[in-house]
T-cell receptor, first 114, second 113 residues
Framework: DSGVTQTPKHLITATGQRVTLRCSPR?????VYWYQQSLDQGLQFLIQ???????AKGNILERFSAQQFPDLHSELNLSSLELGDSALYFC?????????????FGPGTRLTVT | GDSVTQMEGPVTLSEEAFLTINCTYT??????LFWYVQYPGEGLQLLLK?????DKGSNKGFEATYRKETTSFHLEKGSVQVSDSAVYFC????????????FGKGITLSVRP
């Protein structure tokens, strides 16, 4: 168990809808990362937050947004969903006790857009 | 920008066979290199890492050496077990802790008894 929790585990929704994925980092970790894993694109970095502030942005679509709250949990919002957004979304966290590149991954949320 | 290239998969081996999974990278400067593993139904977990040229990372019988001259970080294991069946990702990062990772596409390893 990595200590990172993600809810829900599975999500099935229709095109055009909006969903929110939630992540709770390991206790004390200030950094949260979001990744998208799909068969064709592999594992892609979306966005990073550090102690409530956006720190780095990757291949995140404008339809997607994220935030990190004062209690350090994070939410990834996906709107105007398309079939191609179906993927596994991972959250990871790291903190002051983490080594270089050491991130702790949650079990993921599998999103299916129909 | 940075990129990581892994050999095409999947790979299927018999138990006790020798494993090599190739990984090369393109990056400016001197990144740190990693192998992450994803067991079925789970999130990724760090397997091993190397932070400078000629460093060898090792864990659970797996090894990888940071080769700057060939920009490679190939993963090896002398004798695989069924329990090693998983997806393996090569990755890199720059500048210290709390930095984003750039991953390769991953490769699925299946080990037959």
């Amino acid at each position: 168990d990595s200590g990172v929790t993600q809810t829900p585990k599975h999500l099935i929704t229709a095109t055009g809808q909006r969903v929110t994925l939630r992540c709770s980092p390991r206790s004390g970790d200030l950094s949260v990362y979001w990744y998208q894993q799909s068969l064709d694109q592999g594992l892609q970095f979306l966005i990073q937050y550090y102690n409530g502030e956006e720190r780095a942005k990757g291949n995140i679509l404008e339809r997607f947004s994220a935030q990190q709250f004062p209690d350090l949990h994070s939410e990834l919002n996906l709107s105007s969903l398309e079939l191609g957004d179906s993927a596994l979304y991972f959250c990871a966290s790291s903190g002051t006790t983490s080594g270089i590149g050491e991130q702790y991954f949650g079990p993921g949320t599998r999103l299916t857009v129909t | 920008g940075d990129s990581v290239t892994q050999m095409e998969g999947p790979v299927t081996l018999s138990e006790e066979a020798f494993l090599t999974i190739n990984c090369t990278y393109t990056a400016t400067g001197y990144p740190s290199l990693f192998w992450y593993v994803q067991y079925p139904g789970e999130g990724l977990q760090l397997l091993l890492k190397a932070t400078k040229a000629d460093d060898k990372g090792s864990n659970k019988g797996f090894e990888a050496t940071y080769r700057k001259e060939t920009t490679s970080f190939h993963l090896e294991k002398g004798s695989v077990q069924v329990s090693d069946s998983a997806v393996y990702f090569c990755a890199l990062t720059h500048t210290g802790a709390n930095s984003k990772l750039t991953f390769g596409k991953g490769i699925t390893l299946s080990v037959r008894p």
